[in-house]
């Protein structure tokens, strides 16, 4: 009709079209999947507008999906009466990728076609994936509501074409030109099967042409799904496939859920709920403000994607829909902030989200530990922003521990706890490795005294929430007095530890007027039995770690209190340190015994090479080299 104009499409699509094709050919038949899904959405919007304006479905209001395939020609068309798009969107929607996080997630492909088509796979593919079977793509579309119709086309290569076009009926016509080798896609037994296969849960019907007996499609259309919303139907009739298929249609993944569940409420609230647990993570985990939650529906009226509000921001993982009566169908998403109902149904849903969680920890340990590995440290953030479920998500985190090799609950601690012990003890580390060679739990190791090891980086915030659990006060190993005493307690220590206070008094002293700059005091520890030192904070100061966690985050300006430095009286270095008089090689020992309690903590010295020449002068101090310059 007018003019055909070209176009360059955006980088990000270039790109995203390229690594589709180069790592999806395996995989072909989900294109069908994808564009059965688009068209599928379109029809959602469209009843969603139409609830406010019904001459928009007035002249066609049967909502349905054809496919039709035409050997001679070798296309393959889906056709929807949905919304359609306008001429500026499908500018918007077929030129561009607009949604967030696109470009992070091509940075992190790696160009290995099968990591990657995992990784596609979790950012959905969706309508690009026309080009895995087609060298060329037209689509023909008319916005419900205008009479202005558009025709796009492009081959994949980086440009495509737009041109007005003659109006045609309401909704969207996508024409896939086969390329050579995908010719089994014109047979129509086989997109069959694909239909039945990935969109039988469709709420929509999807058409093909009635075959006559020589197999040839004829005039008449019929319903090749079940055409009736998954969520809506009885337990009993859905096989585990179509939970399957469901959930990878609505969390966009290749991979199959962990567990799902199906329920339906009535009564004080009215509504159906099926949530699912992924196996992996999606590529944006770590975005707390990625688009996530459930898919929202009224009365089976699509009314929004990732509907937030219904699930708190730790459990942004978990997938699938809610179908409330009880909301009114032109609920906004202010609205949803706002809404008792909504507060109800998102503590209905956290708790079934837990169960599920609880039920997968208990029927299989081996998968469980992997899910934790993947979504443990998001869970957790739940211990400090929902002081409502917090015993309950304690009580399902996996933690390191000293007395087992892989993880524990808290639970089990509290079962191998000796009489006497009241606490649960722990310790935060940078990773395993430091905290298990960490001189704070020497002396518990040595006792025997159980203590939980902490390397994720949200333990830090955790254990600042979860003070207790079950009763049983959770206490930092580095933090305050070690208080051994009150779990193994021996007369006999007490008094040789009361000995070791009167002997060392004057060396302690001394020791902590050499390092006042960087120490609040000195004192003899119960919780060191090989290494001369370790460093501890006051009872309610900030812990060393999570001052270690700000400084990497460039929170620079913390007022940093002064650790204390606490000695270990069995080592020979205080002996030696009572020997030395006050001068440069007292000094130098006992800044050594600081640097060496800041090294084991893992973390950095402010002059590593001053520590070097220090430990050089006193290595060699009886070779004669007293300035230390040629052995550094
Ligand atoms: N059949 C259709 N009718 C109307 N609009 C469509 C149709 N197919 C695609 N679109 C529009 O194009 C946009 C881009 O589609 P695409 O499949 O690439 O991504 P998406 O559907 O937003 O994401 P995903 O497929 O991952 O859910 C859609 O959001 C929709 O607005």
């Known amino acids: 009709m007018s003019d055909t104009q070209s176009f360059e499409f955006q980088t990000e699509v270039k790109q995203l079209l390229h690594l589709m094709i180069h790592s999806l050919y395996s995989n072909p038949e989900i294109f069908l999947r994808e564009l059965v899904s688009n068209a599928s959405d379109a029809a959602d919007k469209l009843r969603y507008e139409a609830l406010k304006d019904d001459s928009l479905l007035a002249d066609d209001p049967e909502l349905r999906i054809e496919i039709e395939t035409d050997k001679t020609q070798r296309t393959v068309t889906i056709r929807d009466n949905g919304i359609g798009m306008s001429r500026d969107e499908v500018v918007e929607n077929l030129g561009t990728i607009a949604r967030s996080g696109t470009r992070n997630f091509l940075e992190q492909l790696s160009g290995d076609e099968q990591k990657d088509s995992g990784l596609i796979g979790q950012f959905g593919v969706g309508f690009y994936s026309a080009f895995i079977v087609a060298d060329r793509v037209t689509v023909n ?151 996530h939650g459930l898919k929202l529906y009224v009365k089976r009226v699509f009314i929004m994607d990732d509907a937030k509000q219904l699930l708190p921001t730790w459990l942004r993982f978990v997938r699938g829909v809610v179908d409330s009566n009880d909301l009114p169908l032109n609920v906004s ?44 440290p998001v869970i957790k953030e739940g211990i400090v922003e929902d002081a409502g479920q917090r015993e309950r998500i304690a009580g399902l985190a996996r933690w390191h521990t000293t007395h087992e090799e892989g993880t524990t609950t808290l639970d089990a601690y509290i079962e191998r706890m000796p009489e006497g012990q009241d606490k649960i003890y722990y310790l935060t580390a940078e990773n395993l490795a430091t905290a298990k060679s960490s001189p704070h739990i020497e002396g518990f190791a040595k006792k025997n005294v159980e203590v939980l090891l902490l390397t994720d980086r ?61 120490v609040e005091s000195v004192r003899l520890s119960q919780r060191l039995t090989e290494s001369p030192a370790c460093l501890v904070v006051g009872e309610h100061a900030m812990s060393r770690h ?25 080592h020979p270095i205080l002996e030696t340190l009572k020997q030395l008089d006050q001068g440069e090689q007292f000094d130098d020992l006992s800044r050594m015994l600081y640097e060496q309690a800041v090294l084991a903590e893992g973390s950095q010295l402010t002059d590593p090479a001053a520590f070097v020449k220090r430990l050089n002068r006193w290595v060699f101090r009886d070779a004669g080299n007293t300035d230390g310059a040629d052995a550094a």
């Open 333 to 376: 998403r202010e609205l949803l902030q706002s809404s008792r109902v909504v507060d109800k149904l998102r503590s209905a849903i956290t708790k079934r989200a837990l169960d599920m969680i609880q039920g997968l920890a208990k029927d299989d340990a081996e998968q469980f530990a992997s899910f934790w590995e993947t979504f443990g």
């Open 141 to 291: 579309t008319r916005r419900a509501g205008s009479e202005a119709a558009v025709r796009w086309t492009s081959d994949g290569e980086g440009r495509y074409t737009l041109a007005d076009i003659e109006t045609r009926p309401r909704g969207t016509e996508i024409i896939l030109h086969l390329r050579e080798d995908q010719d089994e896609f014109l047979e129509p037994m086989r997109l069959r099967h694909i239909v039945k296969r990935y969109s039988d849960h469709i709420a929509l019907p999807v058409r093909m042409r009635k075959a006559d007996d020589e197999g040839q499609p004829t005039e008449e259309w019929e319903t090749i799904n079940a055409a009736s919303a998954l969520w809506t139907r009885a337990k009993s009739d859905i096989s585990d496939e179509e939970y399957i298929e469901f959930y990878k249609s609505v969390a966009h993944d290749f991979e199959d859920p962990l567990r799902w569940a199906h329920n339906r409420v009535e009564g004080n609230q009215d509504y159906t709920s099926l949530v699912y647990l992924p196996k992996r993570a999606p590529f944006d985990l770590w975005d707390r403000e990625s688009n």
């Open 458 to 518: 949200v333990d830090e915030w955790v254990v600042g929430h979860l003070t207790e659990y079950k009763d049983k006060q959770l206490v930092s190993v580095a933090r305050g007095e070690a208080d051994l005493q009150s779990v193994v307690t021996d007369p006999k220590e007490e008094a040789e530890q009361a000995r070791l206070e009167t002997l060392y008094k004057d060396t302690l002293e001394r020791l902590g007027t050499s390092l006042e700059a960087d």
């Open 546 to 570: 999570l001052e270690q966690l700000l400084k990497q985050a460039g929170e620079s300006g913390m007022p940093g209190s002064k650790p204390i430095l606490e000695v270990n009286p069995t």
